[in-house]
């Protein structure tokens, strides 16, 4: 009976040392894996590519965005850091090296190998810029209108409060009517500048006007400003960027001929431009009486 129950023990026991043994084991294989072993990290793998510019004038901006569960890696992937070479007046075809850099403290105290810190890509996929307004397509130019009263629509009671700047602290200012006068393609000389569409407007609006130095002798006033709204960044993926748009009060007096009016207003452009681009007008009025007959 007694040898029964020593055997038993002796089971038990050797149960209980083999069970602990693995538990070591594992948590040694466990500890190892995750911590101890070296890692291989190839840090280009998962490269984001973000090209800025056009065909011819472009940069490229390269980031790691790839995601880990585990802490460490994380850790390593937010520290690394891209250059590009070379990164001006990039153009389709072209060759560019990029280099990794990370934390070689992290990465030591971690346990990683970086691998394939340097890679060479082709550039692809910049889009052109358009030789005229010849070249733009009519559907992308139909949109123009619509997305230029959205902006208009948007910034309204700004344009009412900064830009009427005949009323007296631009107090109880009121559009009275808003018109398209004229749409054109602003085309650059060089890469620096990208091209253009741009919306001009006649705003005519009344509010109150100071004629002395006291706001009690406050007088009714229509006034009339030419306001002009850019669509920049204008190329061959046919779109026009809402929120590239921006704004700005044309300070211009306009003849009320129609066609001095646009030679007028296209000198004063072009002045403005420092006759560094060519204008084009677009979506001429009798073009779109044509159309429609």
Known sequence: MNF??????????????????????????????????????????????????????ATLRVSNEEVSINQRLQDFYDSLRFTVTPNENLSNG????????????????????????????????????YTDASAIPQSMLDTLPELAENYLN?????????????????QEVTLDSSSIIYEAFMKSKNTENSDRLIVVYQLEAHGKMNRSDSEEKLQELSSTIYYMVVFPSINDTGEIVEANAYGEKLLVTLDDDEEKRIEQLEEYLLKKGKNSYTIEQVNKADETEESAA
């Open 94 to 129: 072209d060759q560019v090296t990029i280099s990794a850099e990370y934390d070689h403290e992290l990465a030591q105290q971690y346990h990683l190998e970086p691998i394939h810190q340097v890679t060479t890509i082709t550039v692809e996929g910049l889009p052109d810029r």
């Open 4 to 57: 029964i129950k020593n055997k038993k023990k002796i089971h038990d026991k050797s149960f209980f040392f083999v069970w602990m043994a693995c538990l070591i084991f594992s948590l040694f294989f466990i500890g190892y894996f995750f911590f101890l072993r070296t890692i291989e990290i190839d840090v280009t793998k998962h490269i984001v590519l973000r090209y800025s510019g056009e065909n011819g004038s």
């Open 154 to 170: 948007k910034h309204l009671l700004a344009i009412l409060n900064n830009d009427f700047t005949d009323f007296y602290q631009a």
